[in-house]
């Protein structure tokens, strides 16, 4: 029952929640984590204050366009530490050097780390811990494109398209996970989708990134319904056409022209346009967000 414009909070605690099955036969028997404490409406309970970002970050594919744009909003936000992991750090030197200057009070650490090896993630992962204290966000950003047609498609493209896009972010979070449930801190998980996980891309081939991207919206829902008992919210964000260095080159300039027209917005997004969902999800003002997928296409998607 609803008092002053609150909601009856004693009745939204010590829920028992369904019992689970786990892996070695035995049964889990949880409470429901809480909601956030009151007030909802005035002083630091207004929405304003509730985009406040808390706690440490992990950004894999960390030195790529969009994670970078990503992680400038949570500092902005009020982030504490940020790990950024990444194969290839160096192509982003100049922008992580700006964060760290225009940053100077948060914890900025880079990781080498191949998405694809769970034992380097797993010590990745450890150790960005041990040095940023906690990590408490995860945003899965690691991501690899190619445009073969499917007759012509190895076996290597599809399973290096897969093995990035979908069981890297798999591992990642897996990782991240065993982590915050250890911490028994909750925390919350982010995947990179995309449009192309919704509907097949046009005019370019793209089976298996698309499919790839497919994978993550239902991993995200099977992710959500395991640890929402540890209070880990698991969200995706499906990004249309962005105009970074992944859609340039390999024969996509013509295609550019026909995602903008096909655009009812006439164009394709610019990386910060993602930064405002991102931001949501990553802050208490998602606090009642799970398992949802945000698309940010300017309406590509029902065009
Ligand atoms: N740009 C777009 O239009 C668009 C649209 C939808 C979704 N996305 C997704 O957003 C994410 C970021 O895209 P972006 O445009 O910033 O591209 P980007 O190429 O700038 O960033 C991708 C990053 O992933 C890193 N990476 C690749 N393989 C890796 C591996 N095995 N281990 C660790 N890191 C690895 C790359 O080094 C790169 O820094 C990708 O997952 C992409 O699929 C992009
Ligand atoms: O659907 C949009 C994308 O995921 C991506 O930017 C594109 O398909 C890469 O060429």
């Given at each position: 029952?609803?008092?002053?414009?609150?909601?009856?909070?004693?009745?939204?605690?010590?829920?028992?929640?369904?019992?689970?099955?786990l892996?070695?036969?035995?049964?889990?028997?949880?409470?429901?984590?809480?909601?956030?404490?009151?007030?909802?409406?005035?002083?630091?309970?207004?929405?304003?204050?509730?985009?406040?970002?808390?706690?440490?970050?992990?950004?894999?594919?960390?030195?790529?366009?969009?994670?970078l744009?990503?992680?400038?909003?949570?500092?902005?936000?009020?982030?504490?530490?940020?790990?950024?992991?990444?194969?290839?750090?160096?192509?982003?030197?100049?922008?992580?050097?700006?964060?760290?200057?225009?940053?100077?009070?948060?914890?900025?650490?880079?990781?080498k780390?191949?998405?694809?090896?769970?034992?380097?993630?797993?010590?990745?992962?450890?150790?960005?811990?041990?040095?940023?204290?906690?990590?408490?966000?995860?945003?899965?950003?690691a991501?690899?494109?190619?445009?073969?047609?499917?007759?012509?498609?190895?076996?290597?493209?599809?399973?290096?398209?897969?093995?990035?896009?979908?069981?890297?972010?798999?591992?990642?979070?897996?990782?991240?996970?065993?982590?915050?449930?250890?911490?028994?801190?909750?925390?919350?998980?982010?995947?990179?989708?995309?449009?192309?996980g919704?509907r097949?891309?046009?005019?370019?081939?793209?089976?298996?990134?698309?499919?790839?991207?497919?994978?993550?919206?239902?991993?995200?829902?099977?992710?959500?319904?395991?640890?929402?008992?540890?209070?880990?919210?698991?969200?995706?964000?499906?990004?249309?056409?962005?105009?970074?260095?992944?859609?340039?080159?390999?024969?996509?300039?013509?295609?550019?022209?026909?995602?903008?027209?096909?655009?009812?917005?006439?164009?394709?997004?610019?990386?910060?346009?993602?930064?405002?969902?991102?931001?949501?999800?990553?802050?208490?003002?998602?606090?009642?967000?799970?398992?949802?997928?945000?698309?940010?296409?300017?309406?590509?998607?029902?065009?």
């Amino acid at each position: 029952m609803a008092q002053n414009g609150e909601p009856a909070r004693d009745a939204l605690v010590n829920r028992q929640l369904p019992e689970m099955q786990l892996s070695d036969g035995s049964s889990s028997s949880m409470t429901a984590p809480p909601p956030p404490a009151p007030p909802y409406l005035s002083g630091e309970g207004r929405a304003v204050y509730r985009f406040n970002v808390e706690g440490n970050a992990i950004i894999t594919g960390g030195a790529g366009t969009l994670a970078l744009e990503g992680a400038r909003a949570l500092l902005e936000h009020g982030l504490s530490g940020l790990a950024l992991f990444d194969l290839n750090l160096q192509q982003a030197a100049d922008p992580i050097a700006a964060l760290r200057t225009d940053f100077p009070d948060a914890k900025i650490i880079t990781k080498k780390v191949d998405v694809r090896d769970a034992e380097s993630i797993g010590a990745a992962v450890n150790e960005t811990a041990g040095q940023l204290g906690s990590v408490d966000i995860l945003c899965c950003f690691a991501g690899v494109v190619g445009c073969t047609h499917a007759l012509d498609m190895s076996v290597d493209e599809w399973k290096r398209t897969m093995d990035i896009n979908s069981t890297g972010s798999f591992l990642c979070a897996q990782a991240v996970a065993r982590q915050m449930v250890d911490q028994n801190s909750g925390g919350t998980i982010v995947f990179i989708a995309s449009i192309s996980g919704h509907r097949v891309n046009f005019p370019q081939p793209q089976a298996a990134y698309n499919v790839s991207k497919a994978s993550l919206l239902h991993l995200k829902n099977c992710l959500a319904a395991e640890w929402s008992r540890y209070g880990i919210r698991v969200n995706s964000i499906s990004p249309g056409y962005m105009d970074t260095i992944l859609n340039e080159g390999a024969g996509l300039e013509r295609a550019r022209n026909v995602w903008a027209n096909r655009n009812p917005m006439g164009r394709m997004g610019v990386p910060q346009e993602l930064t405002g969902p991102l931001v949501l999800l990553c802050s208490a003002a998602g606090s009642y967000i799970n398992a949802a997928d945000i698309v940010v296409d300017g309406g590509a998607i029902v065009f």
